[in-house]
């Protein structure tokens, strides 16, 4: 029996691969497309009332430890807000999508929709609390069981409660989602 020996690789002429783009340039780039909206919702697509909300949180920060944990997540969500479709005495209504990396450095989106609550005032601003629901997807092997369901479906389930403070325009807001928190900067937009 004859065995032949392997081929040398052979390189392609001219530039060569381009490195992927890291996370923290795929939410500068969201966050770029993300801010081009205001001028959109000023032609007045949007009714009175409702507003859109652009918020970025670099990094979650676990209560366990996993040494398979990143340390940064680049969330960027946009949101939708209205006062409308509210139940159990909410304020308002939020609808949502976010990318970043998830706890594990894969590329994950998140569509979710909740309801927020106006508690008190301080500090010149209003203090909100917020429950989210939404789907999950990007959680892969060797990681697909961190999430509810996502084993069988390939999309997990997340319930997201958080607490918040908005003046003006500007707002933040520490969420507990899943075994981490994360810390947000938003920016509220009024049509």
Do not use: C
């Amino acid at each position: 029996m004859t065995h032949l020996a392997p081929r040398p690789r052979i390189r392609p002429i001219g530039r060569p691969p381009q490195a992927s783009r890291t996370a923290a340039t795929r939410a500068a780039i969201l966050l770029a497309a993300a801010l081009a909206l205001p001028a959109a919702a000023q032609a007045q697509w949007l009714p009175a009332g409702d507003r859109i909300r652009i918020a970025y949180a670099p990094k979650a920060f676990h209560v366990t430890h996993d040494p398979d944990y990143v340390d940064w997540n680049h969330i960027v969500a946009l949101e939708w807000l209205t006062p409308r479709y509210t139940f159990w005495d909410a304020n308002r209504t939020h609808f949502g999508l976010s990318l970043f990396d998830n706890s594990y450095g894969q590329f994950s989106q998140s569509l979710y929709a909740g309801l927020e609550w106006d508690w008190t005032q301080s500090l010149g601003g209003d203090v909100f609390l917020s429950l989210s629901l939404g789907l999950v997807h990007g959680y892969k092997e060797p990681y697909e069981d961190k999430l509810p369901l996502n084993n069988a479906l390939g999309v997990g389930l997340t319930l997201v409660p958080a607490i918040g403070w908005q003046r003006g325009n500007i707002g933040f807001a520490a969420a507990l989602t899943g075994s981490a928190i994360t810390l947000r900067v938003s920016y509220t937009f009024d049509p």
